[in-house]
């Protein structure tokens, strides 16, 4: 499906971590130290080189099902019974299930999702071959090393240990990995059906936090709980034309370009949900810019202070964490230089905030760009709108101390996401679904979907200590 400018991962780190800097916190958290976890490290590492290796990108030669195979493989290696892992084909990709079946049946499962596919990635356009994983100055890089195979070789990996040291979970989990996240999402909705009957999903496709740019020192970390809701529509005017030389009042463009300049102006309510006000209550504590973190604070505390809109409303950065936006994105219109258009067409896009349906959305927007002669229709695809996870205390729990055994003392912010992962495929059906990657990279490092993609291998040894501590306290 259309996917936001930036990973996952950095959709769900706070506005507050990319203003720090690293000066934001006084001292940053110690790394803790691993624990028995060399042979899970070192295969992190080598499950990350194998399926990057492999182009499992949308179309001829489509390499997701090999994906799926290396992660069988290491599980099976691992534990696993053949027949606890299904690989199944969907069109082009495939998606994995894998199950580590509980002692207890009567528990409702614990998902780890992810997905395997990647973006396309052109050889020409990089220094390096995308898919050829290369390690350089404490970095792997290659397409999906960040967003996000990696982070599915460090889940795995760290599962495989779990259950090689005697683990045995009371709690089923089940390791879901879907085919075309980064697409049609079909498969994203396939399993999400499957399991929906499950009681938790962990999302490692998403949360994750930043790293200062001096020292690469951990500043804060995040876990998301929600996503805004992705929306396309289409905006036209069709007429007769004609020749140039005779203009009419009745321009397709003009009419056309009106009714966006009436929308590029609009705002919607400004609102506040549970997990976007505990967001902008800890993310104002890290903020430097005295007017951003004071804005924050008060419209935490009152979602109606005009002041704090204003301010908050007046930044990138902010404006999509305290409302609906929808925006212009796509513009084209006429069919020759010297004759009137007969049609002019636009697309909106909106990032909803969760609670209203697209259909309002759409409608309010008619509303606002009050223009009859304009067609609006929905051409949205792979998305659906779905409702926040609650703040589970379990989930809290479990997460907090996970982070805080891999990165002692570091500052745990919740957020919501601006769309779009397979959490809400799960949240859809009922199933709470939280984004929740423990890897750290630095803001100017980030480049998920772009050239030479990355991440640092320090991620490792706190990565297997984070998901040990939390798959086992959620499964226990």
């Not at 999903?201 to 996503?227: F, H, Q, R």
């Not at 907090?400 to 059906?429: C, E, F, L, T």
Request: charged share 20%; glycine share 8%; hydrophobic share 45%.
């Amino acid at each position: 499906m259309p996917k936001p400018t930036t990973s996952p991962l950095m959709r769900a780190t706070a506005l507050a971590l990319a203003l720090a800097g690293g000066t934001a916190l006084a001292a940053a958290p110690a790394l803790a130290a691993g624990k028995g976890h060399a042979a899970a490290e070192a295969q992190t590492l080598e499950l990350s080189k194998q399926v990057i290796a492999l182009r499992s990108v949308q179309g001829p030669g489509n390499e997701t099902d090999k994906v799926a195979g290396v992660f069988r493989d290491a599980l099976v290696k691992g534990g696993w019974a053949a027949s606890d892992i299904e690989i199944v084909p969907v069109g082009d990709t495939a998606y994995m299930v894998a199950t580590w079946k509980g002692s207890d049946a009567s528990l409702k499962p614990l998902v780890v999702s992810g997905h395997m596919d990647v973006v396309e990635a052109k050889r020409a356009d990089w220094e390096r071959d995308p898919f050829v994983p290369v390690v350089e100055n404490g970095n792997l890089y290659g397409r999906g090393a960040l967003d996000m195979k990696f982070n599915a070789a460090l889940a795995v990996s760290s599962l495989i240990d779990m259950r090689q040291a005697g683990y045995k979970p009371k709690r089923t989990i089940v390791i879901a990995f879907s085919g075309d996240e980064e697409t049609t999402m079909k498969t994203s909705q396939i399993l999400a059906e499957r399991l929906k009957g499950a009681d938790i999903v962990i999302n490692v496709d998403g949360g994750g936090g930043m790293l200062s740019e001096e020292g690469a020192k951990p500043l804060a970390w995040t876990w998301e709980g929600a996503e805004k809701n992705y929306a396309d529509f289409k905006l036209e005017v069709t007429n007769a034309g004609g020749h140039s030389s005779a203009p009419r009042p009745e321009n397709a463009i003009v009419q056309l370009s009106q009714a966006l300049v009436r929308i590029g102006a609009y705002h919607f309510t400004p609102e506040v949900s549970p997990l976007t006000k505990a967001f902008l209550e800890s993310a104002a504590k890290i903020t430097p810019e005295p007017d951003i973190a004071g804005a924050m604070r008060a419209f935490a505390a009152d979602p109606t202070d005009a002041s704090a809109i204003a301010t908050l409303r007046a930044h990138p950065e902010t404006i999509g964490r305290i409302e609906t936006t929808c925006v212009p994105t796509m513009l084209s219109g006429g069919h020759a230089l010297n004759a009137l258009p007969q049609r002019a067409t636009a697309n909106i896009n909106c990032r909803i905030f969760p609670g209203h349906k697209r259909e309002d959305i759409m409608a309010e927007l008619v509303k606002v760009a009050d223009a009859p002669v304009v067609k609006f229709s929905d051409v949205t695809e792979g998305s659906t709108a779905s409702p926040a996870s609650p703040m589970r205390a379990d989930f809290l729990k479990a997460a907090d101390k996970a982070i805080h055994q891999a990165y002692p003392g570091i500052m745990v912010i919740p957020a919501q996401s601006s769309g779009a992962s397979d959490s809400m495929w799960y949240r859809v059906n009922g199933v709470d679904a939280y984004g929740a990657s423990p890897v750290l990279i630095k803001g100017s490092e980030e480049f998920a979907h772009g050239l030479n993609e990355r991440v640092p291998l320090s991620n490792i040894k706190p990565g297997v200590v984070y998901f040990t501590s939390l798959l086992t306290d959620l499964s226990k």
